[in-house]
T-cell receptor
């Protein structure tokens, strides 16, 4: 069974540009969440999607956005990149059965460097 | 506001030692708690998930306990090996719509010496 797949794995952008990251969850998982990991702030929650609806949102500016497609694949977008957006962006998926949240499974992450 | 703390921040032990990693959380209204390990530059690997109604979970040499009333969880690693060297993170998920998201601790960086 394939795990959570994130693309691209590495990317370099310059300030002011925008970036789109992609996440394919484990087959059958409808919940997808995104996290930003930096040495200074640790792992911080960005947002969570379930069945194409944003269910939760973290405390990030509106430059950070996401969406989920009918096949549960998800994308996140960061516009007007800043140096501080350099981070490892992690996607996770989980299976929910009868409203019970299951184990969180992570992808390998997308390493974004903003110059 | 839920806060998750992991102490110690770093730990170095000789191979074969049994060890305990700690995770504390401030709001006991949690849905579940999960332990992960992360190797440098990699994603997180799930170790154990404890639902709020459970007291402990075991997988191989790992045992995780949960005490909601005191806001604590421990991860016990038996007979540690150099391959256990990694950063260990715990995460709690809240129960209400505003808190129904995972809050992560800052992790314990473990080094097991051969």
């Amino acid at each position: 069974k394939a795990g959570v797949t994130q693309t691209p794995r590495y990317l370099i952008k310059t300030r002011g540009q925008q970036v789109t990251l992609s996440c394919s969850p484990i087959s059958g998982h409808r919940s997808v969440s995104w996290y930003q990991q930096t040495p200074g702030q640790g792992l911080q929650f960005l947002f969570e999607y379930f069945s194409e609806t944003q269910r939760n949102k973290g405390n990030f500016p509106g430059r950070f956005s996401g969406r989920q497609f009918s096949n549960s694949r998800s994308e996140m977008n960061v516009s007007t990149l800043e140096l501080g957006d350099s981070a490892l962006y992690l996607c996770a998926s989980s299976l929910e059965v009868a409203g019970v949240s299951g184990e969180l499974f992570f992808g390998e992450g997308s390493r974004l460097t903003v110059l | 506001k839920q806060e998750v703390t992991q102490i110690p921040a770093a730990l170095s032990v000789p191979e074969g030692e049994n060890l305990v990693l700690n995770c504390s959380f401030t709001d006991s209204a949690i849905y579940n708690l999960q332990w992960f390990r992360q190797d440098p530059g990699k994603g997180l690997t799930s170790l154990l998930l404890i639902q709020s109604s459970q007291r402990e979970q075991t997988s191989g040499r790992l045992n995780a306990s949960l005490d909601k009333s005191s806001g604590r969880s421990t991860l016990y690693i038996a007979a540690s090996q150099p391959g256990d060297s990694a950063t260990y993170l715990c995460a709690v998920r809240g129960t209400t719509s505003g808190t129904y998201k995972y809050i992560f601790g800052t992790g314990t960086r473990l080094k097991v010496l051969a």
